[in-house]
């Protein structure tokens, strides 16, 4: 099946500093998805986006589907951004295969 | 205010009994999906439903059974819980489940716990 990988596995920010997150995927995909898991082990949708960037507030993601990656960029971290942030690809396989990657857990200290 | 909702948000359940987990959606979606979240292995697809009166397997089905007999509700049963099964269950929905893609939306869970 297909592998979804994100790097960093685990992020420590200043509050205010930047980041960028990653999302490596193996193969073709039709569907890809941006979630924020917060502390309370909620899934919030961040973006959907196969292809091209899109922004919302500090946020933004880009997705270069020929090269098979994504990133999120997370500008002036606040300590409510910390959790896990996970990338799901999807296809279509008789239903919309998602596969989650792993996660980058992203802590932000005052 | 539109979304998903699952009950119980938690359970403790002995090892054997029978269990139902329940969701509810209220955005008319055609697909609903169920996954399983443990600790080291992201989420997993128990079951899903590309439409109202159809179900299908997903990565780990063994042990669950699911039914869609209207749009808005996805049971996930448990005949006989083992505690392997213990997990958080979250059920999702998106417009389509077909060819088209369409984002996937995510309910707040269930923690359960088969001792």
């Known amino acids: 099946g297909i592998q979804v990988e994100q790097s960093p596995p685990d992020l420590i920010l200043q509050e205010g500093a930047n980041s960028t997150l990653r999302c490596n995927f193996s193969d073709s995909v039709n569907n890809l998805q941006w979630f924020h898991q917060n502390p309370w082990g909620q899934l919030i949708n961040l973006f959907y986006?196969?292809?091209g960037t899109k922004q919302n507030g500090r946020l933004s993601a880009t997705t270069v589907a020929t090269e098979r990656y994504s990133l999120l960029y997370i500008s002036s971290s606040q300590t409510t951004d910390s959790g896990v942030y996970f990338c799901a690809v999807g296809f279509f396989g008789g239903y919309q295969k998602v596969t989650f990657g792993t996660g980058t857990k992203l802590q932000v200290i005052p | 205010i539109a979304g998903i909702t699952q009950a119980p948000t938690s359970q403790i359940l002995a090892a054997g009994r029978r269990m139902t987990l329940r969701c509810t959606q209220d955005m008319r979606h055609n697909a609903m999906y169920w996954y399983r979240q443990d600790l080291g292995l992201g989420l997993r697809l128990i079951h899903y439903?590309?439409?109202?009166?159809?179900?299908g397997k997903g990565e780990v089905p063994d042990g669950y059974s699911v039914s869609r007999a209207n749009t808005d509700d996805f049971p996930l049963t448990l005949a006989s819980a083992v505690p392997s099964q213990t997990s958080v269950y979250f059920c999702a929905s998106s417009r389509t489940g077909q060819r088209l893609p369409s984002e996937q939306f995510f309910g707040p869970g269930t923690r359960l716990t088969v001792l």
């Open positions: 439903s590309n439409t109202a009166g159809t179900t």
């Open positions: 986006i196969p292809s």
